[in-house]
Structure formats: C-alpha cells, structure tokens
C-alpha cells in the first residue's frame, strides 16, 4: 500500500480514541461543540461507506465519562474497548481490532481522538513503530488539544513520523470520490447539510432555487411583505 494512494472504502478503517467528555473539557484548539460536530460528521461519513470502526475510552467511570451519545447512536451495535493507558496502542484488545481490520487490505487507519498531544501522539507512533505496513490518517479536525500550541506541534510531530493530516470532511469525500456513485450520492449530501455548514448551506441553496427542488422541511406559508404605515 502506498502514501500516493487515496483513501477508498476499501482500503479504510476508523478509530475514535476518547471521545468523552472530561477529554473534551481541556480542549482548547478548537471550538469543543465544532469538534462534536465533525466527530459525528465523522462517524455517520463511515457508516454510509461500511468502514470498519473501532471506538476506545480511557477510564470511564473513573475520570473521562461516557463517549459522546451522539457518536455511540450512529453505531450502537459496536463494543467500546475500555482502557487505563492513555496510549491505545498499549491495549491488546484496540491491536486486535485494528488487526482484523487490516488482514482484509484496510491498512490505512484513520484516527480521531482527544488529546491530540497524549493519546494522539503516543497511539501514532507506535503503531507506525511496531507495523510499519499501517498508514495513520490523523483527522486534525476532529481531534482537539489542550491549547492550539499542543495541537499544532502534536500534529508536527506525528507528519514528521510518517502520519498523513487530514480533515473530516476531506475524508468524507474521498470515500465518495465520483458524484456518479449513486448508491452513495443521498446519504452524503444529506450528511453534508447536516454537518458542514456553508458547504451544506450551498447545497441547500443550489437544490432549492437553482433545481427548483422543494424545502427539505415543511414550514408554516411565507407572510408579507407588510410595510408599516
């Protein structure tokens, strides 16, 4: 497998690293509901394209709280693989996961998790350590640090290693990659609506008053203009 090769839901696996709220309070690099936001983004982009998903917590009843509702309802028939080291690679349960994964050619694993300078860092770098044929995809958007400095130079740190930065919705639309794929078409506009903003207003707008498409919602009659006397 090659860095040159784009991502495909062929090639693709996921893994969501402590996405729990106590993680989410000491971020400070990005704004925590847009970070919620693109996580589930995220998710629901994985869903529609069946790419394998791992999802780890770090001391749950301990200190972290319970993953983020949002992400747990896109997949709520997935396990959730409980840790006490802040580094997922420590954990033989994530490895296995991961493992199964990649024995069917998903080698390129795609990462988003909390924080981006610990378990980020750590988990990056020894996996690319211990099986270099795996490709980290570090989705930089839907990760956040305790401060932008330990984000950015995190995130610095992981490029120089070999990991490839992305964004979510970079992700999102390499998965689809042609329009043409129709079985896919839907469920990725209608994502994009959802989660990401002035891309998904535009949609919006192109369907309604380009296409001439109906209102995605029924809403009561437009009154007016009444100008006041």
Same mark, same amino acid.
């Given at each position: 497998? !090659?860095?040159?090769?784009?991502?495909?839901?062929?090639?693709?696996?996921?893994?969501?690293?402590? @996405? @729990?709220?106590?993680m989410a309070f000491g971020v400070q690099s990005i704004d925590r509901q847009t970070l919620k936001n693109n996580v589930v983004g995220l998710a629901k982009a994985a869903k529609i394209f069946g790419i394998p998903t791992t999802i780890t917590t770090v001391e749950t009843e301990s200190f972290s709280g319970n993953t983020f509702p949002e992400l747990l309802a896109v997949y709520p028939e997935n396990d959730i693989?409980?840790? !006490? !080291?802040?580094? !997922?690679?420590?954990? @033989?349960?994530?490895?296995?996961?991961l493992a199964k994964n990649a024995a069917t050619g998903r080698k390129k694993i795609v990462v988003a998790g909390l924080w981006t300078e610990v378990c980020n860092t750590t988990f990056a770098l020894s996996a690319l350590r211990d099986v270099p044929d795996y490709e980290i995809y570090m989705v930089a958007d839907a990760s956040g640090g305790t401060s932008s400095d330990a984000h950015k130079y995190a995130m610095d740190r992981m490029v120089q290693a070999g990991v490839i930065p992305v964004t979510w919705q970079q992700v999102l639309l390499e998965w689809q990659r042609d329009w043409a794929r129709r079985e896919t078409y839907d469920a990725v506009t209608t994502l994009v609506k959802e989660h990401s903003g002035a891309y998904g207003m535009g949609i919006d707008y192109a369907y309604t008053h380009v296409h001439k498409a109906p209102e995605r919602v029924t809403h009561g009659k437009r009154i007016g203009p009444n100008p006041a006397k």
């Open positions: 497998m !090659s860095k040159l090769e784009v991502l495909t839901p062929a090639n693709s696996q996921l893994i969501f690293i402590d @996405q @729990q709220p106590q693989l409980e840790r !006490s !080291s802040m580094n !997922s690679w420590d954990d @033989q349960n994530v490895r296995d996961a």
